[in-house]
């Protein structure tokens, strides 16, 4: 799996946009980006995920640069609830790896009133 | 989607015992696995559970510590021997079925005095 490098925290006023950004330099062809979160004392939850083209859902926009050694997690109004430590992960969605995640240290986002 | 249960939620255990957690999913999966998360730790992959078969551990976990079954497509546990102070962890079941993302359990709180 692609080694990720995330800032350890960011800060973010209740309304307004987090945008969470993520380096994946040695990322290889076949590995999609995934992000997951994990809010306190409970198991990560599922976020969303690419592969080269940005994708949107219910909860965020997922941006990947054309390179995609990089890509920028979005949460388009975030609220208190959204306080948590955010995962970048890449991982080959098959073969031997497939539903295996390998997690760093992720980003501690804190949503502030 | 799917949904993980996983028993006990929390525990405190005595030191030299065994726990046993399992994990119920909500529907059949493909793939199942196990997490280790240490106090102010990320997740850590211990192994995937095999169904009707040996689990396939990682690097720096062994079955005699950690020894898993899967006799189904919905059910796992996952034992920890012989308990040390530094077993206390949050373990966390997750699933993965065809087409879907991984998903998480609630984790398993132990505490091993």
């Known amino acids: 799996d692609a080694k990720t490098t995330q800032p350890p925290s960011m800060d973010c006023a209740e309304g307004r946009a987090a945008n969470l950004p993520c380096n994946h330099s040695?990322?290889?062809?076949?590995?999609?980006v995934y992000w997951y979160r994990q809010i306190h004392s409970q198991g990560p939850q599922y976020i969303i995920h690419g592969l080269k083209n940005n994708e949107t859902n219910e909860m965020a926009s997922l941006i990947i640069t054309e390179d995609r050694k990089s890509s920028t997690l979005i949460l388009p109004h975030a609220t208190l609830r959204d306080t948590a430590v955010y995962y970048c992960?890449?991982?080959?969605?098959?073969?031997?790896?497939?539903?295996?995640?390998?997690f760093g240290q992720g980003t501690i986002l804190t949503v502030h009133p | 989607s799917a949904v993980i249960s996983q028993k006990p939620s929390r525990d405190i255990c005595q030191r030299g015992t065994s726990l046993t957690i399992q994990c119920q999913v909500d529907s059949q999966v493909t793939m199942m696995f196990w997490y280790r998360q240490q106090p102010g730790q990320s997740l850590t992959l211990i192994a995937t559970a095999n169904q009707g078969s040996e689990a396939t551990y990682e690097s720096g976990f062994v079955i005699d510590k950690f020894p898993i079954s899967r006799p189904n497509l919905t059910f796992s546990t996952l034992t920890v021997s012989n308990m040390s102070p530094e077993d206390s962890s949050i373990y966390l079941c997750?699933?993965?079925?065809?087409?879907?993302?991984?998903?998480f359990g609630q984790g398993t709180r132990l505490t091993v005095v």
């Open positions: 997750s699933a993965q079925g065809l087409g879907t993302e991984a998903f």
């Open positions: 992960i890449g991982s080959n969605a098959g073969g031997t790896s497939y539903g295996k995640l390998t």
């Open positions: 040695t990322i290889s062809g076949n590995e999609y």
